[in-house]
């Protein structure tokens, strides 16, 4: 995973509430078998509306998006982070994220940063009044900064360390070999296991 | 300490706590299908790592298989997400019960079927649905594709433990309520965010006089809810449903006992409560663009409660105020991992038996998996549904996705079995209505929305 220490970058506001992932990245795009590829297809059906809010010039090579709560519901589909961040996005700012979106945006190094109701209805009229206004995210001090708005973000420990330092999951897992090995020692022999084909 | 279901079963699969980090929980059974998976092995591949348990691993293929011709209909790229699941699993050592295969179908489906998911496990899954699993007594997760490959290279998953709630559900449920009924009814109460960092236990007398298969639907439809997972606690029907089954313990009598031991303490407290009387439910139709937006079958399309529901009522082209039972549908699908068990199907062909599809209407039945669509077969559901005018498919995800030929035209109308009526779901520029299996019946018999009590009558 890339490092995420700090990012400015113009903020895109999307207002709306419960965005699913099959609007982010519609099911006909899910067939790739590689990682990028998708930011094309990022919110494809939207895109094809009239005035959709990112198509708007004024937001072209936004790096930060700004939304409503529960942002990432429905599908488990990864592919809907690899579209933000293949289209440039690295920071989601929302009220609130879908369970199983937000645990992908961590291990991709897509910064989902909750923030209260009002922070992001001000980010939301930010972004919608004074339009290629810049933000900077800063995950070190866990702060937002622009012109007149200086907030502050919590964010778990763990992960923010693991996105600063780019940590790989796996990696940090294996080095449990023992204990995982312990724990297979002891599991209870009548749970099920398939044997192998060949 | 007196613990919920859900801290039992999350206490037994920790590998590993330290202060500070998420729990490293141990993965007893990873299914695997085409679509979340092709970047996590090939990701795999490149780091040099291999799958640690491929005896712990199933693999199938569902979300873009054709229900009609077989592989050859699919196209290329589907095709490529198929081959490259084989060449994934050949490499690994996994089983894959691919196209073709008896054992095919819908992973949630095919994982209860053959007696893999059992009470007390943890299950992992690159697909939100996962949840069904919950319906045994294990701890499901959906999770995503760098997840799947941690899965598959360490066969653990990294967690904080989800706060408990209860959604307790007592009385019968009334003649023409099924558990997808309840299931719409729980997301309409508790909002399709209202479950969010939750894992939620179904309880009371009408959680117990469910069969496996709605329990299934129910604990399916929970992620619908924004909950992490949903569970029932094991008890004779789960026992019943399991005796028998290919992957059935062989050490039967040592696991039943286990099972016994897997229910909440009786004073154990839950961080949120929802009760729910059963005999004030009725048949439910979604009107909107999330599951949560759902109504009586007998009462009308709500005004909007704001923009969200006037941007919903726009693209189902409703009016508020309209009469339910006077949507008209083009398309009635019966089919996916929410409700294409045997069961549905039985309920499904009650209503159909001696009655005609609606000319208007293009109606298709998709089991669940192969070993459904035979079980169907020997009794003769398929006469039924065939001679109604339905199409009879082969298994997969189908309708509900989208990701196969099976897709609605732009402006088509759909009752839908299915979980999701998000905006393009089932084919760009649908209109989905989520409703029960008996319910989908009916409306391809009228040709709109309709009330199966009074069609039963």
Known sequence: MTPFSRVTGVVAPLDRSNVDTDQIIPKQFLKRIERSGFGPYLFYDWRRTKDFVLDRPEYRGAGILVTGANFGCGSSREHATWALLDAGFRVVIAPSFADIFLSNCLRVGLLPVALAEADVRRLIELAGSRPGAQLTVDLGTQSIHAPGIDLSFAIDPFWRDCLLNGWDEITLTLKQEAEIAAFEARRPDWLPALTSPG | ?457
């Open chain 2, 1 to 457: 300490m007196a613990l919920t279901l859900a801290q039992k079963l999350w206490d037994r699969h920790l590998v590993r706590r330290v202060p500070a980090e998420p729990d490293l929980l141990y993965v007893d059974l990873h299914l695997v299908h085409e679509v979340t998976s092709p970047q996590a092995f090939e990701s795999l591949r490149l780091n040099g790592r291999r799958v640690r348990r491929p005896d712990l691993t199933l693999a199938t293929m569902d979300h873009n298989v054709p229900t009609a011709g077989g592989r050859e209909r699919a196209d290329a790229i589907s095709q490529r997400q198929m081959q490259a699941l084989e060449e994934n699993c050949a490499r690994e050592g996994i089983v894959l019960y691919g196209i073709g295969s008896p054992r095919q179908g819908i992973v949630h489906v095919i994982g209860p079927e053959l007696g893999l998911t059992q009470p007390g496990m943890l299950i992992a899954c690159g697909d939100s649905h996962t949840s069904t699993h919950g319906a045994f007594g294990a701890l499901a997760f959906g999770i995503g594709t760098s997840e799947v490959e941690h899965v598959l290279a360490t066969q653990c998953m990294r967690l904080f433990r989800p706060k408990d709630m209860a959604v307790t559900v007592d009385g019968s449920l009334p003649i023409g309520v099924t558990a997808k009924d309840l299931a719409l009814s729980v997301i309409g109460r508790l909002g399709v965010a209202g479950g969010q960092g939750y894992i939620v236990e179904y309880r009371g007398s009408t959680v117990r006089s469910l069969s496996m298969e709605a329990r299934m639907t129910v604990c399916n439809m929970t992620i619908e809810a924004g909950a992490r997972a949903g569970m029932v606690a094991p008890d004779e029907v789960t026992a019943s449903y399991l005796g028998g089954r290919p992957y059935a313990p062989s050490n039967w009598a040592q696991a039943r006992s286990d099972w016994d031991e897997l229910v909440t303490d009786p004073d154990a407290s839950f961080d949120r409560e929802l009760l729910i009387d059963a005999e004030e439910l009725e048949p439910y139709v979604t009107w909107g663009t999330n599951p949560g937006q759902s109504v009586p079958v007998t009462s009308r399309v709500p005004a909007p409660r704001g923009e969200a529901d006037e941007r919903a009522l726009a693209y189902m082209a409703l009016e508020p105020g309209q009469a339910i039972q006077e949507i008209w549908v083009d398309r009635v699908f019966i089919g996916s991992c929410t409700n294409a068990r045997l069961d549905d199907l039985r309920l499904a062909a009650s209503v159909i038996r001696g009655r005609r599809v609606h000319p208007k209407v293009r109606a298709m039945v998709v089991p669940g998996s192969a070993a459904v669509k035979r079980a169907a077969e020997g009794e003769g559901l398929d006469v039924v549904f065939r001679g109604a005018g339905f199409e009879w498919r082969d298994a997969g995800c189908s309708m509900c996705l989208g990701m196969n030929p099976d897709i609605l035209a732009p402006g088509e109308r759909c009752a839908s079995t299915s979980n999701r009526n998000f905006e393009g779901r089932q084919g760009s520029g649908g209109r989905t209505h989520l409703l029960s299996p008996p319910m989908a019946a009916a409306a391809a018999i009228a040709g709109h929305l309709v009330d199966v009590r009074e069609m039963a009558s």
